[in-house]
């Protein structure tokens, strides 16, 4: 029998409305957003300035409460509980640790609130967390300005571990880190969440953290949630025309539906152009109706029009004979175009290309060999082409 996976946080139809001094409507931050957040889960929020996440966050933590709608942590309705009483504990950017006390004194301080727990239990606690966060005990006694931004989010967090929370909220908390180093406090912060089995929930507006980071994520705009999913699920199958847009890198191209069957349709493009593409089976599309296909970049592939077709095995292909044995597959999708742009970005080459009717598409071909081996001059005749299933129909 399947274990039921156990819910720690479940939001239902919760609405956010700020007011302003006398009471009059100034706006709706959080517009009936439902989740469920599963125990030990990495579960982000993920959207541009303004969508809401932080508003979202805070009525979890309970610094806010939620116009209409519930909020259950493990079950248990929670607008009536204070914030040092619910099971979650909040590590926010800007680390907000007290100047005045040594690393150790601002761990302990949590515990301190805390009734009942004797002192040299807190001092060992407080310790335990800031080795977990790999702070030494050279270090504990040093006040926040000795230390760089990463070792005081590094404090912070350990003041948030100590208290042993079920649920562990951050609120970008590497927003003010540089690069590199929130690349390893990424790292870290995975592996912590891995060992601890707590969950988090982590707010971040940037698209690449969270595919790194998170087992699930909840893409939101204007305070409402447009998809929930796996890295995956949100990379490959994106719901709508803002979460293909705002997560990585995408083609969009404008037509109207000829025909649909399963989960492929026709898509004319223009009057020479019909191309397929996936779409949801539980989307209801008519034909005749405008839609919207999204193509990555990187799963478009291309070869020229004219002499050999060189591949990755060292064996090579006349290009029309190539061309015949691609379209003998029935999942490929193929047009002939001319290079517009083409750009050298190292890894890759970014190539613009023209096709049908004033289309165009921005693809990747990567690097691979010598660049005079794989490089297409602009104004060249290619062939590009692309799985069916990689491009996808969306109606809004
Ligand atoms: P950011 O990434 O910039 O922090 P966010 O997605 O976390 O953005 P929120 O901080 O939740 O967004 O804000 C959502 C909306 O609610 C914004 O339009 C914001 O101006 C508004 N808002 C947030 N807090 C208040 C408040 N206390 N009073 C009035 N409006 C607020």
Not at 82 to 104: C, E, G, I, K, S
Request: aromatic share 8%; proline share 4%.
């Amino acid at each position: 029998m399947s274990q039921q996976p156990q819910i720690d946080i479940e939001l239902r139809n919760v609405v956010k409305e700020f007011t302003g001094r006398s009471g009059e409507f100034q706006t709706r931050a959080v517009d009936h957003v439902s989740l469920t957040i599963e125990r030990g889960e990495f579960f982000s929020l993920l959207g541009p300035s303004g969508c809401g996440k932080t508003t979202t966050l805070r009525m979890i933590a309970g610094f806010e409460a939620a116009s209409s709608g519930e909020i259950l942590l493990r079950g248990k309705a929670v607008q009536d509980v204070p914030p040092f009483h619910r099971p979650v504990n909040t590590v926010f950017q800007d680390y907000a640790l007290f100047p005045h006390m040594t690393a150790l004194q601002n761990v302990m301080f949590g515990l301190e609130m805390e009734n009942n727990i004797p002192r040299p239990e807190i001092r060992r606690r407080a310790e335990e967390a800031l080795e977990m966060v790999r702070m030494t005990p050279s270090q504990f006694h040093r006040k926040p300005r000795q230390f760089s931004g990463g070792q005081q989010q590094r404090i912070a967090l350990a003041r948030a571990l100590v208290k042993r929370p079920a649920v562990l909220l951050l609120d970008e908390p590497l927003g003010a880190l540089d690069l590199k180093l929130r690349k390893e406090m990424q790292y870290e912060l995975i592996t912590m969440q891995n060992d601890l089995g707590i969950t988090f929930i982590y707010v971040t507006h940037d698209q690449e953290e969270a595919l790194t980071m998170s087992d699930r994520i909840a893409v939101m705009n204007l305070g409402k949630v447009l998809q929930v999913g796996s890295p995956e699920e949100i990379y490959e199958t994106p719901n709508s025309r803002f979460v293909a847009d705002f997560i990585g890198e995408t083609n969009f191209l404008m037509g109207t539906v000829e025909s649909h069957e399963g989960i492929c349709a026709t898509v004319r493009l223009d009057e020479s152009t019909p191309i397929r593409a996936s779409y949801r089976s539980e989307e209801a599309l008519t034909n005749g109706q405008q839609v919207t296909v999204a193509i990555r970049p990187e799963k478009i592939n291309i070869f020229a029009a004219e002499g050999s077709v060189k591949h990755d095995d060292g064996t090579s292909d006349e290009a029309t004979a190539y061309r015949e044995k691609l379209l003998r597959d029935p999942d490929i999708v193929m047009v002939e175009g001319r290079v517009e742009y083409a750009n050298y970005i190292g890894t890759d080459t970014r190539y613009t290309i023209g096709f049908g009717n004033g289309q165009k598409l921005v693809m990747r071909e990567q690097n691979f060999g010598l660049r005079n081996d794989t490089y297409y001059e602009v104004g060249s005749r290619v062939f590009i082409f692309w799985d069916y299933e990689t491009a996808r129909v969306l109606t809004h």
